[in-house]
Nanobody
Framework: VQLVESGGGLVQAGGSLRLSCAAS????????VGWFRQAPGKEREGVLC????????YYTDSVKGRFTASRDSAKNTVYLEMNSLKPEDTAVYYC???????????????WGQGTQVTVSS
C-alpha cells in the first residue's frame, strides 16, 4: 500500500503545476484524498480534500479559485491542479488517502516524500 507524490517543480508566479498522487496496492477511487503542504519553518497544513464522490473540500481559503482536484481512476491517481501560483504556495506537497477527509489528517500518519513546489516571484 503506497502513495507517491510527483509533479512538483520550479515555476514563476502566475504559472501552473499539476501534482499527482499515485496509489499502488489499493484502489484510490474508494478513498478520500487529502492534499497537504509544508513550507519551510512551518507546520504542515491542509490544502484540500478530494472526496470519494469527487467533491472538493477546501482547507485553505487562499487556494480557493486557484487550486482544484481531479481523479483518473484508470491510473489510480488523484491530481492537484494549481493555477495562478504565488510565492507563498512554495512548500513540499503531500497526499494522504483514508476513509474520510477528516481521517486523512489523523495524527501519527506516516507521510511519503512529498513533492517540492517552488514558486519564484
Amino acid at each position: 500500500v503506497q502513495l507517491v507524490e510527483s509533479g512538483g517543480g520550479l515555476v514563476q508566479a502566475g504559472g501552473s503545476l499539476r501534482l499527482s498522487c499515485a496509489a499502488s496496492g489499493f484502489t484510490l477511487h474508494y478513498y478520500a484524498v487529502g492534499w497537504f503542504r509544508q513550507a519551510p519553518g512551518k507546520e504542515r497544513e491542509g490544502v484540500l480534500c478530494f472526496t470519494s464522490t469527487d467533491n472538493i473540500i477546501y482547507y485553505t481559503d487562499s487556494v480557493k479559485g486557484r487550486f482544484t482536484a481531479s481523479r483518473d481512476s484508470a491510473k489510480n491517481t488523484v491530481y492537484l491542479e494549481m493555477n495562478s501560483l504565488k510565492p507563498e504556495d512554495t512548500a513540499v506537497y503531500y497526499c494522504a488517502a483514508d476513509s474520510s477527509c477528516r481521517a486523512t489528517s489523523r495524527p501519527g500518519r506516516s507521510w511519503g516524500q512529498g513533492t517540492q513546489v517552488t514558486v519564484s516571484s
